[in-house]
Every structure is written in C-alpha cells, then in structure tokens.
C-alpha cells in the first residue's frame, strides 16, 4: 500500500491490524452511506503494442468486450482449466488494470511472464501507485457521480468508477493516492459517507456472489464451477485461450457437476477457512460434497461463497468438517 494513502488513512482515524484489515471507529448505526479503503486487494498492469492480443489468449473472458465504459470479471485459468485467479478487468487509455486478490497477486504476475515470450507486454504491479476504495449507499449515484447501473459499467473521471452491484449500490474506485485523498475528503465531508471496516466490504462481496481466490483455493475449480459464466465473465465465442478447451467441453455438455452457492452458518469455533471440506449428512454417511471459498463474519453469522455438488433431488443436509460439525444452510444469491 502506498505510504502517503496510509499515513493518510491513519489521520483519518484507521487501525491496521496484523491480518491486514483496515478498522475505523465504530459508526452511527442509522449511517446508509459507507466508504471503505481495500487492503486485501491488488492491481496487476497489463501494458504494452501487445497487451489486448496477449491477455486474449490467457484469459475466460473476451478482450473485445472491455471498454473504458465496460469492465468484467473474469479468470485466468491453468491447462486443465481450473481457475488460477478471479479478477476484475479496467481498460485505461494505455493499458489494462487486473484487479485481484492480493495474495495471488506475484504467483499470476510470474505465470503470465512465462508467456510473453517476444511480445512487447509489460506486467507491473501497480499496488502501491493506485489505491482501491469502495462506496455503498442506499440510491442514486454516489456522491454526484454519474456512474451508469449495469453490472460492471464503468465511469473514468479523476479515476475509475467500477459498478459492482446494481442490486446493492456498490462502486469499486480506482485511483492514484492524491485524487483518492482528495475524494475520501469530499465523500466523508460533503456527501456523508462514513468509514466502515474492509471486512465487511469483503462481507459485501460475499453476499453479490463475487468470487475471490486465495492461495489455498486456487487451481481448484473450473471457471462454471464459480458462477463465471452467469456473470459474464466467460466468452464461448472467442478464440482459445490457456485451459479453454476444459471450459468449452463443460459448456457444452450442457451441465456443471459443482456450483456455487450463497450460505450462513453460526460457528461455534474459528472462522470456516478457504477450502474447508463440508459435508453432507443427509445419507447418515457424512460424504465430504463441498468446500468453502471465503466467509465473513457479520454479528457472530458467517456469510459464505462454497462450490458445492449438485443435488438432483436439492436435498441437503450440509455442515463444516469442523470439530464441532456447524449446520450450513444455503441462501438465494
């Protein structure tokens, strides 16, 4: 994180704790308008005369697509198909912004090194040049902005203004520390917006089914297998890219043997860990038919993304393979 956004942070009232989550003050309960600075989130660059032509043959989803007014999610996957990282990609002027998971961030920068070859591409992790905030309010536009309502719309201004979830009112913002400082001031002075915990922006991203990866989940699952595709963030109609023919077979045999699914459970314990196994006990045989991709906790609940096997007969009877075998129950995303 760049040191001037932190030391600004910091003078707005933030904690930095060792796990890496941003903590401010406790809130005004009645507050509808939250902001909130992402710690556990990265930006990768993509530049260079070859940039769109090389992340073309890399990535799930279509180069072609991504304008300055349209981002996706998407995914880079490994031969076998299975998702290396999930990420969200900006178009700028000059070059491409992945955004994703922090953690993932050197592993997928040195993997797409291997395939540049002779290209002209270059990879920078641009972390700690641009700063990621989040904005929920509860209607309109936020702060005076005038962000378009569809999935992933995009609005360049000072910085880059990536809508999330139309649902909920969401915006991922984008930009370099001086205009983040600047905007953070104008959003929390003229518009209202309070400081919230980054842990509940990840909670936000939970429950809109947004897919992140961790190191322990990664290389795990086929893109269908974490809802890519019915958000948009695969093209069945581009030409190949690394893993795609796994993708394509699954597509077109028309069924996927695992899905993801929105869930809660009250741990009695620790936090259910990325990749936990969960079982189902509905047959008296506790077969393992899951595992957990991320969850947060909100009021002593975990909400949870799992990929889960699909149940013709859609009953389950679902618990943590934890010590104490906490009782899942699945929600509507």
């Known amino acids: 994180m760049n040191r001037s956004w932190k030391n600004f942070l910091i ?25 909130y600075a992402i710690p556990d989130l990265a930006v990768l660059t993509v530049a260079g005369n070859d940039a769109a032509k090389f992340l073309q043959g ?9 304008t300055e007014t349209q981002s996706s999610l998407g995914g880079l996957c490994n031969p076998k ?4 990282t999930t990420f969200l990609l900006v178009k700028k002027i000059d070059a491409f912004l992945l955004v994703l998971p922090k953690a993932l961030l050197g592993s997928v920068r040195d993997r797409l090194q291997k395939y540049i070859l002779r290209s002209d591409v270059q990879l920078t992790d641009s972390s700690d040049e641009l700063c990621l905030i989040g904005l929920s309010y509860p209607s309109g536009q936020p702060g005076g902005l005038s962000l378009p309502e569809q999935l992933f719309s995009t609005s360049q201004q000072d910085a880059a203004f990536i809508n999330l979830s139309p649902e909920q009112n969401r915006c991922l913002v ?5 205009t983040a400082a600047t905007l953070w001031t104008a959003w929390t002075g003229d518009h209202g917006f309070q400081p919230q915990n980054s842990e509940q922006w990840r909670y936000l991203d939970i429950i809109a089914g947004l897919p992140w990866l961790t190191p322990e989940t990664s290389e795990e699952f086929i893109p269908q297998m974490l809802n890519l ?6 093209s069945f109609n581009k030409g190949c890219y690394t893993g795609q023919e796994i993708v394509a077979r699954t597509h077109y045999l028309g069924k996927t043997k695992r899905e993801m699914f929105l869930a809660e459970c009250a741990s009695s314990s620790t936090a259910p860990e990325p990749n936990m196994a969960i ?7 506790e077969q393992t038919v899951g595992a957990v991709l991320m969850a947060q906790a909100r009021q002593n609940i975990y909400r949870m993304l799992i990929v889960l096997q699909v149940s013709d007969a859609n009953t389950y009877n679902l618990a943590l393979n934890n010590q104490d075998q ?8």
């Open 11 to 35: 003078a707005e009232h933030a904690t930095f704790k060792d796990e890496g989550d941003i903590v401010f003050p406790s809130i005004s309960p009645d507050s509808d308008k939250h902001i």
């Open 58 to 66: 890399q990535i799930t989803c279509n180069i072609d697509d991504i």
């Open 81 to 84: 198909g299975r998702v290396i």
């Open 174 to 178: 984008i930009s370099e520390p001086e």
């Open 229 to 234: 595709d019915k958000l948009g963030g695969i």
């Open 279 to 285: 079982i189902d006990k509905s047959t008296g045989m």
């Open 326 to 333: 906490d009782k899942i129950t699945l929600l509507a995303l």
